[in-house]
Every structure is written in C-alpha cells, then in structure tokens.
C-alpha cells in the first residue's frame, strides 16, 4: 500500500432481523456501498464508499438500515482533530487541493440564532395575519431620488425597471450543470407558481425554460458560459456574478465528465470540455470598469432589465457595495460566508469572508451614511435557513432573500455534502439520467411551493406580531431586533440593541 | 456619521492623463480639462485633480506649499508653525471660481517658503527632508490643516467633484506649465473632505494612480518604518512615499524603481540572458520585498523635469502614450489623447511594469 | 449610407441613434462613447475616430469598422459578426467571444482572445497583423487567434505568458517561436501545410481588406499551438 488508509467516516449499520435482502439499498445507492453476497445471501457494505445522504436509509422498506459516525477513533487531540488529520492524509496520497461541497460546516458564529424579534404588546396592537390584510409584495430596483412632473404638472410615473415578487423571497443562482435539469425544472416552475424568481446561474438557460423568463433571473459571470442576446433578452433581470459566498475570489471549474448533452449545448461549450470560469470578470479589473460591464448590459438590453451585481461578503464589503451602488447597477445581492456551492477548495469555503449578517448590517448602513440606499435594492444570502432569518435580514435592512440550500432541502437534498462527485442519489447535483429521474419535477416544484407559503405564513405571523402589515415597514426597522450573547462591537455593527436594553 | 477619508479606507477607479512638452514649452491648464471630458464615466463626481510643472517661475527657488484649512483659527495656528522653520516670501489664497458643481469648500491657501538656515543647521537635516518632516508634522498632528502639495515650481490642485469642474474651479487656464497631470476619481463612498482626491504629492513628486492595490497594507507598514505616516489610506499616497523613498532617500534611478514597484515575475528574471540585467532584478526584489506593489494599477509620477508612466506588471489597468513633435500624452484611454490632440501620431500601449520615462530635453528652460 | 456625427453625443445618445437607424451607419468623429453596436444583429457601421471601451460588445451579427485604433475590451462576449479595425486594439479583445470575426491590422494589447470558445458551427476567428501583448489566449477554449507579426523586425511578435490555462481551439503564431516559453499543457510545434489551409480563408479575407499579398504573409514560418487536454485541472484536486 502506498497511501496512508484513511478509515470511512461512517458505518452502516443494518439489522440482520429486519433486512430482507430487497436489494432496494443496492439498486438506490449509486456510490457502491451495498452489494448482496451471492454465497451467504446477506447484504453486505463497504463504508468506504458512504457519503451519508441517507438514500438508502430513506427507502429500505423495513428502516433495517443506519448511518452513523464510525465509532473507531484516533487518539483524542484538542489540536489535531480528525479531519484535519484525514485531510492531510487525503493531500499525502494524492497531492490534491481538497475539494468540498454546499456550504461551510465549521462551528463559526451564526448570529440569526443570536438575534430576536420584537412583538407588540399594550403599547400597540399585534396584528392577525388571518383576518387582516399583511402585505409581502415587494420591488426590487432603483427608485429615482426626484418626483418629476410633466408639463401638465401630472407627475411622470416611469420607473427605472423593477422586479415584483410575492414575497421577498427568490430562488438564488444554481447553475444547471451543478444541478439537475430536473431540479431547474422544478426550481422554475415552483418561481412561477409563486410569483418570485429564480436564478440561472452561470450555466445558461436550457431552451425548455424560455417560458419562464418573466421568473428568471439570467447570470452573466466572468465565463459568459450560454450569454448571448437572446438569453439577456428572456430574463427578467439579468445577474452579473462578481462573487460567491463559499468561494470568494476564486473563479469556478464544472469538470469535463459533466459536461454533456443538454449542459454542453446551453453552456453552448462542446462536450467533454471542461467549464473554466476565471477567478475576475477579465473586463472588470477596478470599479470603474463595473460601471462598463453593467452600462454595456443595459446598453444591449435596451435598458429594459434591472442588473443584480452579486458580491461575496468579504472585509470590506460596505465600501464595495457603495461602489457598486454608484455603478449604475440595480440591485446588489451579498451571499454570505456559509453559502452553499456545487465544489470548492475547502480552504477557501473554510476560511475565506464573513457572516451575511455582519455584512447586511454594514452595507446597509453604510449606504444610508452615503445617501444612496435608494439607487439600489439590497438582496442576501448565504444560509438564509427560515422564515425567521428572512425576518431578520428585513429588519437589519434587506429588501429581500436568496435561498438555495433550503430550496435544495426541500427537493429532497440531505446536505452529505458531496455534490462534487456528480453522483447525487437524490437526482439534484448529478447529470447521470437514472439519478437525475429520482427526482420528479412536478413534486419537487410542489414542495418548494409548499416550503415558501409555509415561510410566507410565517413572516406574516412574525410581522403581525409585531404590529406591521406590510414588509415596506420592516425593512431596516432594526428596533424589532435585539441581541443575546452579543459582544459591544457586534451589537454595534448590527446596529441593534441587546436584549433587556 | 460618515468617516472621513484617513479613516476608512476608500478603494478607488480612476481616470488618469499626462502631458509634457519635451521642449519645455508651457501649456495651460486647460488641455488636461479638456482631456479628462471623454474619460467622464471613468469617475463618479467624487474627486478630481491636477498637477502643474513650471508653474511658478517667480517663485521658483521656494517650496511651494498648498495647504486646506478648515478655519481662519486653524490657518493662524498654522501659519505661527511654519514661521518656526521657515521664511514666508509670499502668502496667498489660491484663486478659485466659484461654481454649483464645487461645494463644501474649505480655506485654501499657499505659501512660498524657505526653511530657515539655523534651523537646518541645528536639526542636521537637509532642506528636502526637513520639509518631508514638516509635511508629516502638519498632516498627521495640526487638525484641520492639511499640505496637499509641497514642491518647487509645481503646484497641485484638487477637490472633491468631477475633474472638469475642478479645473475650472481653480482657474487652471491660468496657469501655464511644462507638464500636467490630471486626476478624475470613483470612490466607492464619499471622502468626506478635499484631502483624500489625486494627485497626490510630497516634495516635487505627484502621483496620480489608477487601480486598487492589494499590497497595500504590506507596503504602507514598510514605508512608515522610514518616518512617512499615511494618514489617508489611499494607494496614491503610499506609492507617492514609496516613490519619495526610492529616489530620493535610497537614490535609486526611474528604470530601478520601477523594478522595485512593479518587479518582473521570477520566472521572467530567470529566463533573462543579459547576465547583469538579471542580476539587477535579483538584487531590487531582494533588497526591497516590502516596497513590491502588487493589483492592478497604471501611475503617472511627475517630478521636476519629467513624467514616468507605469503599468502593474500585469497591465490590469488601461494606459496609452502618444506623441506629437515634442509633446507627449499619457492617459487611460485613447479617447483622451485625441480629444486634445486629433492628429498624435505613435500611440502606443506600454507594457506591464515597463517604465515610460519621458524627460525634459537638456537645455530646455523649466 | 446615412452619417451621424458623434461630437458632444454621450454614448446613451449615440447608441439609441444607431439601434433607431435601418441603415448602414458611418459616425464620424468618434471620440470614447462606449458600447458602439452593442448586441446588434445588422447593419453595418463604419467609425470615424477612437470609439470608446466595449466597441461591440455582445455583437450578434452586424459588421463594425474602425478606421484608426480602438480601446478595451473589443468585442466582448461576441456572438456572431464581424469588427475590422485599421489600427490597433487594447487589451481584453474578444473576452469570451464565441463566434464572429476581429480582424487587427496593428498591434494587440493584453489578454486578446482571453477564453475565447467554440460551439458546433460557432468557431470564433481573431487575426491581429502586428504583435499582441502577454497573455494572448488565456483559458483559451475554442476558436483561432492568429499573430502574423508583420513588420515586426524582433522575433518575439506575443509578449509572455501567451496560452495560459488553454484548452482548446488553436493558435497560430507567424514566428519559429523558439525563445517563447509556452505552459506545459499546450503543444507547440510547426505548422504543416494542412494546419495553414486551416488558416488560408481567414488570411486571404486579411489580405484583401489590409492589401496584403498572401504569399508574402506565408512566405515565413508559423507554429501551431493546441492544448494537450480539454480538461486541464483534472488531477488537481482531491475529494474531501
């Protein structure tokens, strides 16, 4: 043996009292883990292959099966934990960089959970969303700073382009490609049932999904992979991609093997080819050159589509937002340092950027200190988990949320966080057709529509609680919020007060 | 309540353009105005700025210092400083016009000065460093006094606003000088005050810079061992006292410097075939790690005498020379070039980290 | 052919006059306005003076002429069309590009063809007659760049750092190559006579519209340069 062996991380464990040797297991997991021992006739597995989606453990007929942490254990170290000791094992063996998946899973802060919401009582009267009109609709895009009137003195009602949604909810960038055709299906339709949008990504759009254009978003990021006239035509706002919360400042790579068929031909790349998308947008080396890329959009686009700039929260991203505000872009969306992502070198995902509450709260106010909150419209992401984060990313100041994990857990994701190896049992993050076919377009649509009335209710819950039946009130309305376990310094870029204050 | 400018860091995009007649023939102020009109999207109203050469014959053996102030209390305090250390030959506020697009404006003043002999004397200092030394003095512990230009025969002009405006503010046709450069700035958020916009300059040197640096902290922690104290946090500044540093205090030559700033990759140096060229490159990145500039960036460093135009060694930012019978034009963008002269002929993109020089011809009255 | 001229026009004017126009267009005076042909699908549009950045920019079809130089980013995320210039291109030509046609009498800044692609009969070609600046062809994906070098006494005619990252499409230099350090992914190698009939529709459409006589153009060595692999960075990472 050459390498070090690197024990699995996970055991199955299966009752020889309940299993039946069905072989469902076997035929659900595309990794290999279980085979049928011709010679005994008993189930056997080889862990090693065991990425824990809990596929097999969903459908075995007689729950005979578990996956669960393999109990064998290095010696304990406070230091050198066991992944960082498998890690460097994994880089011995192969001289790789470590590749990983969805979002940052390292026990850093998550101040949503440190942050809670106000509620009338006496003082003021809380509102029944039952009975009573609770507004969630919003628009998003630049307001002009001056009511102008015509002649006539009747005032001028043309708008700098706007997105509706129902509620200030959309689907955030999932390229397909990293995802399914089937999860864009479902993606897609679920946007139009429920009058928000969704997100191409950088992957193009599939000519199947032109006629949600009204419900799209197209993304044009630094590989201008499937951008051309008539995609920027078909969307309802077009996405210039700057950066991504998993990976800032890195570019991304979809490999070769998954470049085919249908992906091949929207990426309009030939098959086998790897993806490439540089680490810089290659016309856009400073700000002013932003300004170019949003003016030459708009310019092709006969001003018709509001243009998103999409930033990854990083130090200095309240200077960075007020330069994309003054750059002629429309919206700016944040994703935040725990968003997810179909690969990424760990170390980046890890390591690299800052939590989207922080950097919501700094855009926002530093933005209002500019005067300039009004040019643009403020979207976020980055683990945007509930109703109850979206409320709280309102009131710290945001217009509205990107969701993509969520999104994803609804359309049967189990978070094993593998997406790189392409062979997704839950048919999201693969293009193999028998795993892509696991996943039925029609009920995974169904259960998005379902998780975003399920929050829509609730942010109506939570905003009638607190006396406000329309989200305009919300936004930015940070005496709904207090802090738990906070330090002076977080409070203060939170702009909140802690809680008792 | 928003910070000012030395406060925060304000990452910029700019617009830069440069011109210098060869023959030491002076131009007015305008052409640079003129020159910044079709580059207008490269800034967004925020700063903008201009420095002259020659400009100040009557004076030309006194440091011309231009100075903001942001009282009549803070300018006597001031004043009281400099007559310490040195001869006021002349006082005066500078000539502004007043127009809607320039507002908020503070004191602005200029002096023509000569440190005081004795004094020199005493602290054991040269002339230049001693006036490096008041410079520091007053921007970093005189509140509300701020010296935005410092050199002989030169002068810099800045404010807050679209370049165009701010020449016309200063009545920059005017003046009349061998070169200019000119300034127009995007900062990402307001600077608050006058300080923070390009050029920016100490001694005979001005900077004007396009780009955000990523080196910049590595950089400015290195210089502030020499005495220099960034109190604006801008790249220019940095790079100006980078440029201070190496020429005047290290006396290393234009071609050296830039091999300091924008140092060939190493694997470019190991392929060089002339033996001491390489050896040369060896020796700078060697000697001075902490003055690499790394990000893009394109500069136009003035100096008495000349202008050397630089790319990062990259080239991520846009930068064109012209030139027509002894007058040479650098700027961001072509388009600048042939709004003031149509007919340059020779326009040409130097390449990363190769340094333009362009000097005055010998001989040649500045 | 109707003319509009561009002096004192910001480029928002410009371009809403030639999205307006039915006909062939030329501007004169040209002096920085962006954009130029944006996304156009037709007409022809010849440019008097120095169009500003992004000169078509999207370009779906229609056919741009510059008589003098041009600044960055030209022909950026092209799709299909044509840009002939008479002078000399900055940096970034034909960022991504897909399919059309540049053609360069002078000189290229840097990064010209950066990931450039193809896709079925969308086979991007770049021509630049003078010498191009470092890193020409970078993430090049598909499609031709072509450097003829022509009156370029020095052997180098691409500055350094050409082909990183490429992987795909080709490229043809007019020079031995021989004091070229190329990336270890690509192969450089002369070009056969096979490899230059590749080349001979696009070289003879440079000649007719430069009056350069082809067989002086051939009459010098070309190298051929291609990537070893579509898929560059497979070994590089590692599954954690």
């Avoid at chain 1, 790349?269 to 680490?279: L, N, Q």
């Avoid at chain 3, 994906?141 to 795909?168: D, W």
Wanted: proline share 5%; glycine share 10%.
């Amino acid at each position: 043996m050459n390498g070090i062996f690197i024990m699995p991380e996970f055991d199955v464990i299966r009752s020889d009292a309940r299993c039946t040797v069905c072989r469902v297991c076997e035929r659900q997991c595309a990794n290999g883990v279980h085979a049928f021992l011709e010679e005994k006739g008993l189930m056997v597995s080889d862990e090693t292959k065991c990425v824990n989606c809990q596929r097999c453990v969903s459908f075995c007929p007689t729950h005979a099966l578990k996956i669960v942490e393999n109990p064998n254990r290095l010696r304990e170290n406070a230091n050198w934990d066991r992944d960082t000791i498998r890690e460097i094992y994994k880089q011995a063996n192969s001289g790789g960089v470590l590749l990983s998946s969805m979002g940052n899973p390292k026990p850093l802060p998550v101040y949503w959970d440190k942050i809670l919401i106000n509620a009338s009582q006496v003082t003021n009267p809380p509102i029944d969303p039952l009975r009573e009109p609770m507004e969630t609709r919003v628009f998003l895009g630049k307001k002009p700073e001056k009511v102008s009137r015509g002649a006539d003195g009747a005032l001028i009602t043309t708008l700098p382009p706007q997105i509706e949604l129902s509620m200030p909810v959309l689907f955030s960038a999932m390229s397909y490609g990293s995802i399914s055709y089937n999860a864009h299906a479902a993606l897609a339709e679920a946007a139009a049932r429920l009058g928000i949008l969704y997100n191409t990504g950088e992957g193009g759009l599939h000519e199947d999904f032109y006629p949600y254009g009204s419900n799209t978003i197209v993304q044009v990021a630094s590989g201008r992979f499937g951008v051309h006239e008539k995609y920027l035509e078909t969307g309802a706002a077009i996405e210039i991609k700057m950066g991504q919360g998993a990976k800032p400042g890195i570019g991304g790579h979809l490999p070769g093997p998954k470049i085919v068929g249908d992906v091949s031909r929207t990426r309009m790349i030939p098959e086998g080819t790897d993806a490439i998308s540089p680490a810089p947008h290659h016309d856009i080396y400073s700000i002013e050159d932003l300004r170019q890329l949003v003016y030459s959009l708009k310019e092709a686009t006969r001003y018709k589509k509001p243009v998103i700039v999409k930033v990854a929260a990083v130090h200095n991203i309240a200077a960075i937002a007020s330069g994309v505000a003054r750059s002629g872009a429309d919206i700016i969306a944040i994703d935040g340092f725990r968003g997810g992502t179909g690969a990424a070198p760990t170390r980046i995902r890890d390591n690299v950027g800052i939590p989207i509450e922080l950097a919501l709260a700094a855009v926002d106010q530093r933005l209002r200190d500019e005067g300039i909150r009004g040019n643009v419209s403020l979207i976020v992401g980055g683990s945007v988990r509930s109703a109850a984060d979206v409320v709280k990313a309102l009131a710290l100041g945001a217009d509205a949320c990107y969701v993509a994990t969520a999104a994803l857990l609804a359309l049967g994701c189990h978070l094993c966080r593998t997406c790189q190896s392409g062979k997704c049992n839950w048919g999201i993050a693969t293009q193999e057709p028998a795993l892509v076919k696991r996943l039925n377009p029609a009920q995974g649509s169904e259960r998005l529509v379902n998780l975003m009335n399920a929050w829509r209710h609730e942010i109506m819950e939570l905003m009638g609680g607190m006396g406000i039946n329309s989200v305009e009130a919300l936004r930015g309305n940070r005496l709904m919020l207090r802090g738990v376990g906070l330090t002076q310094k977080e409070l203060e870029i939170l702009g909140i007060s802690h809680a008792g204050e | 309540m928003k910070p000012k400018e030395g406060q925060v860091r304000i990452p910029s995009g700019c617009a830069i353009a440069a011109v210098i007649a060869r023959d030491g023939e002076r131009m007015s102020g305008e052409g640079m105005i003129r020159a910044m009109e079709p580059m207008h999207d490269r800034s967004n109203g925020l700063g903008g700025g201009f420095a002259g050469y020659g400009i100040y014959p009557a004076y030309k053996d006194f440091y011309a210092l231009h100075l903001f102030f942001d009282s009549r209390d803070t300018r006597k305090t001031c004043e009281a400083f400099l007559k310490t250390g040195f001869e006021i030959w002349h006082a005066e506020r500078i000539p502004t016009r007043k127009i809607p697009a320039i507002t908020d404006e503070p004191i602005i003043w200029r002096y023509f000065v000569a440190p005081l002999q004795s004094v020199l004397a005493d602290l054991q200092l040269d002339e230049k460093e001693f006036v490096v030394r008041t410079v520091m003095e007053i921007n970093t512990r005189m509140k509300g006094a701020y010296v935005f230009s410092s050199g002989k025969n030169m002068g810099t002009f800045k404010a807050v606003g679209f370049p165009e405006d701010v020449g016309v503010y200063y009545r920059l046709e005017e003046y009349a000088g061998y070169s200019w450069t000119a300034h127009g700035r995007y900062p990402t958020n307001t600077p608050g005050w006058w300080g923070g916009a390009h050029p920016f300059s100490l001694l005979d040197y001005s900077v004007v810079h396009n780009g955000e640096i990523s080196s910049y902290d590595a950089n400015r922690r290195y210089i502030e061992m020499f005495g220099y104290q960034c109190t604006l946090q801008t790249d220019t500044e940095v790079i100006t006292y980078m440029m201070d540093y190496l020429l005047r205090r290290q006396g290393l030559t234009l071609n050296e410097t830039a091999g300091v700033i924008a140092a060939p990759f190493w694997e470019t140096i190991d392929r060089k075939t002339d033996l001491k060229d390489k050896e040369k490159h060896l020796y700078l990145r060697t000697v001075f790690p902490g003055l690499l500039i790394t990000g893009p960036f394109s500069i136009v460093l003035g100096f008495e005498g000349g202008l050397m135009a630089l790319n990062d060694r990259l080239k991520l930012r846009s930068m064109v020379v012209g030139e027509k019978g002894d007058r040479v034009y650098i700027a961001s963008e072509e388009a600048a070039i042939r709004r003031i002269e149509p007919d340059a002929d020779n326009i040409w993109s130097p390449a990363g980290g190769e340094p333009v020089v362009i000097r005055v011809k010998e001989g040649a009255q500045i | 052919m109707k003319q509009i001229d561009a002096k004192e026009l910001d480029f928002r004017t410009l371009n809403e006059r030639l999205r307006q126009a039915t006909d062939d267009i030329e501007i004169l005076n040209c002096c920085g306005q962006r954009f130029i042909g944006a996304g156009l699908s037709d007409r022809k549009i010849l440019i008097r003076g120095t169009p500003g950045n992004a000169l078509g920019a999207y370009l779906n079809g229609a056919s741009l002429t510059v008589g003098g130089n041009v600044q960055d980013a030209v022909g950026d995320t092209m799709n299909a069309g044509k840009i002939t210039v008479h002078g000399n291109i900055g940096d970034a030509a034909g960022y991504a590009m897909r399919g059309g046609t540049i053609l360069v009498k002078g000189n290229a800044g840097y990064r010209a063809g950066i990931h450039m692609k193809a896709y079925q009969d969308k086979v991007p070609q770049m021509v630049i007659g003078g010498r191009a600046g470092s890193f020409l062809g970078e993430y090049q994906a598909g499609g031709v760049i072509v450097v003829l070098g022509l009156g370029e006494k020095q052997s180098r005619i691409v500055g350094n750092f050409p082909c990183t990252g490429m992987h795909g499409g080709k490229m043809f230099l007019r020079a031995a190559c021989e004091d070229i350090a190329f990336p270890q992914q690509v192969t450089a190698r002369r070009a056969t006579d096979e490899d230059l009939r590749e080349i001979q529709n696009i070289l003879l459409e440079f000649c007719a519209v430069f009056s350069y006589d082809i067989a002086a153009i051939l009459d010098a060595p070309f190298t051929v340069i291609t990537p070893d692999t579509s898929n560059p960075y497979r070994q590089m990472y590692v599954v954690n």
